[in-house]
């Protein structure tokens, strides 16, 4: 069972996933950071939030559901928009 501070990575279909950071119950909790073909998930596991970076330039910051953003947050895309706002299952919402 994993607690405190470890290394996680799986590896496969050519990509390889790395989560380093605070670890409780066996389970990622507390603060931590997710690395992946994509980009990299900044995570605050306490308060449900998340900052992504994504190789193509986009980010988000705010809250999370299981692997959905719901809550407010907020979307910056690489050509200059911006969403700030309430999201549902992932989706704005409001």
Known sequence: MRNGKGVWKAIGNNNINVYVGEWKNNRAEGYGTYTWPYGIYLYQ????????????GDRYEGE??????HGIGADFFANGDMYNGNYVNGKPSG
């Open 45 to 56: 596991y306490q308060n449900k939030n998340r900052e992504i970076y994504l190789n193509i």
């Open 64 to 69: 999370w559901l299981a692997s959905w953003k």
